[in-house]
């Protein structure tokens, strides 16, 4: 919503998927957990949007996964990262500058997710992403690459 009170919608078709594992990258880039719009999902998104763009060439990519500032692992570009523990699936907090997706409530409020600060190296023995409009799929880093700082 603009200022003036003006909006502007957008729709982009969902592109179908096959099944099975889905293939990750871990960005170089770190985003800044502190910033404001992280509790709202907005379209102001530069580094979100680059990543995706850097990926557009790579179909066998699904999402570009963010550290913030303290090496934590955060979010994707497109989806919410979650790491299986003992039956239980732990999501990071949203203080480490992860959207509030709605898939991330209601498996935190039904008791199936619980949050907890994730590292690069949480994932070394896969994960899941997840958003509302693809549900929760299991995933792995196509590429090994540290958080570092921009």
């Known amino acids: 919503m603009a200022k003036n009170g003006g909006f502007q919608a957008t729709a982009t078709p969902l592109v179908s998927e096959t099944a099975g594992t889905r293939?990750?990258?871990l960005s170089p880039s770190r985003i800044d957990s502190r910033h404001p719009l992280r509790r709202?999902?907005?379209t102001l998104r530069p580094q979100y949007e680059a990543a995706l763009q850097d990926i557009s060439a790579r179909p066998e990519i699904f999402d570009v996964l963010f550290?913030?500032?303290r090496g934590e692992i955060c979010e994707g570009a497109r989806s919410t990262v979650f790491v299986e523990r003992d039956g239980r699936l732990l999501t990071p907090p949203l203080d480490s500058g992860a959207l509030p997706g709605v898939l991330r409530a209601e498996l935190l409020a039904s008791g199936?997710?619980?949050e907890a600060t994730l590292y690069p190296a949480d994932l070394a023995g896969?994960?899941?992403?997840g958003n509302a409009v693809r549900d929760l799929r299991p995933a792995r880093l196509q590429e090994e690459m540290p958080c570092n700082a921009t």
């Open 23 to 25: 293939l990750a990258l």
């Open 40 to 42: 709202h999902k907005t």
């Open 67 to 69: 550290c913030n500032e």
């Open 112 to 114: 199936q997710a619980v």
């Open 126 to 129: 896969g994960f899941w992403l």
